[in-house]
Antibody, heavy 127, light 109 residues
Framework: EVQLVESGGGLVQPGGSLRLSCAAS????????MHWVRQAPGKGLVWVSR????????SYADSVKGRFTISRDNAKNTLYLQMNSLRAEDTAVYYC????????????????????WGQGTLVTVSS | SSELTQDPAVSVALGQTVRITCQGD??????ASWYQQKPGQAPVLVIY???NRPSGIPDRFSGSSSGNTASLTITGAQAEDEADYYC????????????FGGGTKLTVL
């Protein structure tokens, strides 16, 4: 079964740090780009960061750039998100997700999709 | 960076057809994908690309696209389809970022 399991969430004070992990199983982890997506309480999904299959390329949303670092250990089938200088507005459920891409043969349009998603881990930033 | 816009809420009578839309400049270059999220659960992929359904997703779910608008159609909505629905695509600015719509709360009456 293809599965992603996040861990590492919890309560942290503003300015603190936390490292999230996402354990992958049931697929060849090293072949896929991976992402972190978050969801603040009662709000929508917001993309946070992505990493390519061998870890050589990363991207971040402007809201976390310079504070968060995405990484992966393909030998351990694990994705990470190191979160520093945490703020109250970082409070959210953090999901990891596997990305796949393809293109439509007839139109040439590319597309991406996220499947599966982990169950999420809650990060609460509060004093 | 790109943005995707969805109506915050839509309602449909049981058994009727409903269309949920997603607008954005990136949709002129990319097809959207769609996710269903029920309270307390992780999102689930329901449509990807032009109109592809993952295994296990009922065929009452379908996707379409025109210009800068992508649509998710549920034909014969069921009570279990009541959920939040999100669209996503790659950012068209070439930065390899990803963008999600703000989500649509679907109520089945």
């Amino acid at each position: 079964e293809v599965q992603l399991v996040e861990s590492g969430g919890g309560l942290v004070q503003p300015g603190g740090s936390l490292r999230l992990s996402c354990a992958a199983s049931g697929f060849t982890f090293s072949s896929y780009w991976m992402h972190w997506v978050r969801q603040a309480p009662g709000k929508g999904l917001v993309w946070v960061s992505r990493i390519n299959s061998d870890g050589s390329s990363t991207s971040y949303a402007d809201s976390v750039k310079g504070r968060f670092t995405i990484s992966r250990d393909n030998a351990k089938n694990t994705l990470y998100l190191q979160m520093n200088s945490l703020r109250a507005e970082d409070t959210a459920v953090y999901y990891c997700a596997r990305e796949q891409t393809d293109y439509d043969f007839w139109s040439g349009y590319p597309y991406n999709w996220f499947d599966p998603w982990g169950q999420g881990t809650l990060v609460t930033v509060s004093s | 960076s790109s943005e995707l816009t969805q109506d915050p809420a839509v309602s449909v009578a049981l058994g009727q057809t409903v269309r949920i839309t997603c607008q954005g400049d990136s949709l002129r270059s990319y097809y959207a994908s769609w996710y269903q999220q029920k309270p307390g659960q992780a999102p689930v992929l329901v449509i990807y690309g032009k109109n592809n359904r993952p295994s296990g997703i009922p065929d009452r779910f379908s996707g379409s696209s025109s210009g800068n608008t992508a649509s998710l159609t549920i034909t014969g909505a069921q009570a279990e389809d009541e959920a939040d629905y999100y669209c996503n695509s790659r950012d068209s600015s070439g930065n390899l970022h990803v963008v999600f719509g703000g989500g649509t709360k679907l109520t089945v009456l």
